[in-house]
């Protein structure tokens, strides 16, 4: 049977068991006067308008403290639209905005709540059936994620229809708060019915790392401690934190970056292949890997801070970060997992503001040939760019043309935007949207998950903060430089062997 499909010429589908798109449903944005909902939220909600994937006859209600009239509300929530001056897109925007309206009101108190609530009630009015569907999506500073989602559920939770929270991070700042904050939104909501966003979840080329593992045997076999010697996840932005200071110096490079995003990614490159492709499934293998790590040792990290150079200012000299700071803008830290597959192999996540560049991407090295007829040739390297210009290239050493037996290395590259110049990559928070409204949590955090990665870095993260002894001082890195000139010699003590390009 497998043989007729594949013959056929059909795709194999990947789609999980979850429920399909529902009519009826109104989708509420809280905190839709901010950043992330403008930036974020709505261009993600638009595009999914406009490429007919939300559910027929969709509503959107913004909500938030900001009193705002109905054009500078329309004003706000389309600035961040791409292509917003092409008339196919002016055409849509203008359907767009018909179909989302504003309520302002506090986020601590029954009236604001019950007004939002009739503001819902008259636009269920005009839908037809009895099933009344409601998304809620936090675009909200975590202080006030309780009292939300206490107000909610007492007085905006549809009674005939499905209710789901959309939870933006950070889910705490340690294992304490963490527990403090999961324990307070289940008295309330159910975890089928809360969805934990991780955006780099929704990101294509994470989502494609299930398929290049499990969906290739080439790759499967060599993925383990027999033949990979160490990999690196890097996360590095070419800017730093640009008057946004006091918020990053309240939760650091680590908490930004590592304990979420780049845990993530690591937890679906380390996990054992699940038994479906149902979300249960997935997050029952991300946490077993996770589960096998120990909290980070202080010996393996390194911390760093940028500092004025290239006409560019200092963290320290940003007015917004206290002036004796000692908050790592840049951390390097190696993980281990101590099970069958991948004991003695380091895990080095990387992440840093104000460096050379903007790149993300996994660089799995692995280890050296055999000595005899190749001596000092360069390793094999598998590297997934997740961004910017998504790639999966693999290095690999040829012979060099001619009558002369000489390897060299060169690479087997697939760059998306070369093979796949007409497809549309979705941007992650359209992805994860859609994937709420469907019920499906395959690429969402689970609470477990969550505890468990609290875990893995709260010492170090108590340890950085001066909780258990003096706060360790990160050295210096100059502004746009790869990082602290420390790294090198960091990764290297884990076996790493630096290429040309690294």
């Given at each position: ?88 897109v ?107 966003i ?8 994470v ?17 383990d ?110 993980l ?18 104000a ?35 998504e ?14 037996t ?28 859609l ?18 990665a ?20 990160p ?28």
């Amino acid at each position: 049977m497998s043989r007729n499909r594949a013959m056929s010429g059909t795709i194999p589908s990947m789609e999980t068991a979850h429920q399909q798109l529902r009519d009826n449903t109104i989708i509420i944005v809280l905190g839709a006067s901010g950043d992330l909902a403008k930036k974020k939220t709505y261009p993600a909600l638009f595009s999914l308008y406009s490429n007919q994937y939300l559910p027929t006859g969709v509503k959107i209600v913004g909500y938030a403290r900001t009193k705002m009239d109905r054009a500078e509300y329309h004003k706000r929530i389309t600035s961040y639209i791409k292509n917003a001056d092409e008339e196919t897109v002016k055409t849509k925007l203008e359907e767009f905005k018909e179909l989302t309206t504003y309520v302002s009101g506090g986020y601590e108190d029954d009236e604001s709540f019950r007004n939002l609530n009739k503001t819902l009630e008259e636009i269920e009015s005009g839908f037809q059936g009895n099933e009344r569907n409601r998304l809620f999506y936090f675009a909200l500073p975590p202080s006030v994620f309780i009292p939300v989602a206490q107000h909610l559920k007492a007085t905006c939770y549809s009674k005939s229809g499905i209710n789901r929270i959309i939870v933006e991070k950070p889910f705490g700042k340690d294992l304490e708060s963490a527990r403090v904050l999961l324990g307070s939104l289940k008295q309330h909501w159910g975890e089928d019915e809360t969805f934990r966003i991780d955006h780099y979840l929704g990101k294509e080329m994470v989502k494609n790392i299930l398929v290049l593992r499990f969906a290739n045997i080439a790759m499967s076999a060599a993925w383990d401690k027999n033949s990979i010697s160490n990999v690196q996840i890097t996360f590095k932005e070419p800017f730093g934190t640009e008057g946004r200071g006091g918020y990053f110096d309240e939760f650091g490079i680590i908490r930004d970056v590592l304990q979420n995003h780049l845990l993530q990614v690591l937890s679906i490159i380390t996990m054992e292949r699940p038994v479906s492709f149902s979300a249960e499934d997935i997050r029952d293998e991300k946490v077993k890997v996770l589960r096998a790590i120990p909290p980070i040792e202080r010996e393996d990290t390194l911390l760093g801070q940028y500092v004025a150079a290239n006409g560019k200012p200092g963290y320290l000299d940003d007015d917004t970060v206290p002036h004796n700071s000692v908050c790592p803008t840049f951390a390097a830290t190696t993980l281990w997992i101590h099970n069958p597959r991948w004991e003695g192999v380091p895990f080095i996540l990387k992440a840093g503001k104000a460096l050379n560049e903007a790149k993300v991407e996994v660089r799995i090295q692995f280890k050296d040939v055999t000595q005899g007829i190749f001596k000092d040739i360069s390793r094999n390297e598998l590297v997934i760019r997740i961004q910017p210009q998504e790639a999966v290239y693999l290095k690999l050493n040829v012979k060099t043309p001619g009558l002369y037996t000489r390897a060299f290395p060169t690479e087997m590259d697939l760059t998306y935007k070369r093979r796949f110049a007409d497809a549309a990559i979705p941007e992650a928070y359209e992805s994860l949207i859609l994937d709420a409204l469907k019920g499906d949590h395959s690429n969402f955090v689970r609470d477990d998950e969550l505890d468990v990665a609290w875990k893995i870095f709260t010492p170090i993260l108590h340890w950085i903060e001066g909780k258990n002894g003096p706060a360790p001082k990160p050295v210096p890195y100059p502004y746009g430089s790869r990082g602290p000139k420390e790294l090198d010699p960091f990764i290297q003590k884990y076996g790493y062997k630096r290429s040309s390009e690294g």
